[in-house]
């Protein structure tokens, strides 16, 4: 008997099947993956399960008895745990009362046990966290790690991950799977959400697949390939984009001299006097572990915070130096910022003002100060055509941004800054979040700018992708460039010492 049965489950919305007759079987001691594009179903049949929606058809057997929760908390009380896409940890607070956060707490007992408990289970599970930590101050990994450990202390038997490996860096992927291999080893069984094959195949047990709303296959991951699963999920196999452009390029576009970033209270620049140019027509790609200044740097390009930010920087002959984002934005520097739901939609309005946003009040769509509503929503069923968006059911491009999947957001973003008007585009982790056949069709699009004799600067986490279509390839560490190499001579493992901070290292003992 599995331990946990969804039968024939369907959810729609506006007139839309996001769940069609689904089935999904999980097994304790298992880990268990939901594979599917941007708008397939997962998050919403896990918010199902987890009692955040009601299904209209299908039932849930739990340990083999017919269940229907009717909030997170009963689903919790039942044994079920669930991480979400976004964190909901309180950052003012420590670890500790994150943990406590909403946990029906058995009557005097002190705090100190709870404290004890939690190290306890840190321990157990090679969840490394200190209790009096304020969260706010915390990586990304470790306010996971906080989450993992706050179902944990709950006592749950089955623990959902949605997307949890989005923010992690290749490290603390790996610390995070070795995590789940122990939960499994005790009986646990964990749901998995994520887009990357290579995590499918290194992690779990078994995989189910979505499309279009319905579970077409359930396959076991050691008898499977990703060519199988890819098939699987789009219905054909996906190529890997590969730039074969010559790296010939034109005058130079974007200069940045000397740039350095300051942050307050701290000694430490967040980014230490860089200079790079990227020129017409290429892709400078910027590696590194995140957190290592490109952030800022992107920031300082597109003209954030620029009260810290020190040093010149020219778009072609012109200094932008000290000049708003507005003005930046005018003479045509796009941003896709990593944090895409926070700093570049507006939750509450629908796609077609959200892919306006940034020409609000401009010829195309506006003229004489009147909308022109017919260009406003060509240009958004142009862009939802282009990149496939799924809205949400019968509400087409007049849909509420919140309601669109995690993936859908993201490409409303980039449909509006890889547009015509940009002449330079800052791309900070652009395929996070996307399927693989989103993140093909964004890579192309990337490069189809470099031939249009743009200028990209690709900031990514991601070696394989920054490997697959930059020019230069630039490396980050401590806030600043420790080496730039041509596509032709870097390799992963180049990159990785740079990344490392080798050649910095060096320098800094042969001064
Ligand atoms: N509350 C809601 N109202 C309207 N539509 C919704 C709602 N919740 C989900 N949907 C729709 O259901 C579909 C499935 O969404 P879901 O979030 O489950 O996708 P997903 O598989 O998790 O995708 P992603 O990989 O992009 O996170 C989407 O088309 C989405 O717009
Ligand atoms: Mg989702």
Known sequence: ??????????????????????????????????????????????????????????????????????????????????????????????????????????????????????????????????????????????????EILKALFRDIRLLILDEPTGVLTPQETAQLFSVLRHLKERGFAVIIITHRMSEIIAVTDRVTVLRDGRSVATLVTAETTSEELSRAMV??????????????TGRDLLTLRNITVLRSGRKRPAVENVSLTVREGEILGIAGVEGNGQKELAEAVVGIRRGRVRGEILLGERSVSGTSVRTRERLGIAYVPDDRQHDALVPDMDVSENLMLRTYGKAPFSRFHVFRRAQIQKNAQEAVNAYAVRTAGTLGIKSPVRLLSGGNQQKIVLAREISPESRFIVASQPTRGLDLSASTFVREKLLEQKRLGKGVMLISADLEEILSISDRIAVMEGGRITGILPRSEASIDALGLLMGGMEHKQQEESK
């Open 1 to 146: 008997m599995p331990m946990l049965s969804m039968e024939d489950i369907s959810i729609s919305f506006y007139g839309a099947y996001a769940n069609d007759h689904v089935n999904l079987h999980v097994e304790a001691g298992e880990i268990h993956a939901l594979l599917g594009e941007n708008g397939a179903g997962k998050t919403t049949l896990m918010n199902i399960l987890f009692g955040i929606y009601k299904a209209e058809s299908g039932r849930v057997l739990w340990n083999g008895s017919e269940v229907c929760f009717h909030s997170p908390q009963e689903a919790i009380r039942a044994g079920i745990g669930m991480v979400h896409q976004h964190f909901s940890l309180v950052n003012a607070m420590t670890v500790l009362d994150n943990v406590l956060l909403g946990y029906e707490m058995p009557l005097f007992v002190p705090r100190r046990k709870m404290r004890a408990r939690l190290l306890e289970l840190s321990a157990r599970y090679g969840l490394k966290v200190d209790p009096d930590a304020l969260v706010g101050e915390l990586s990304i990994g470790e306010k996971q790690r906080v």
């Open 235 to 248: 219905g054909r196999a996906l190529g890997a984009v590969q730039n074969t452009q010559s790296a010939q």
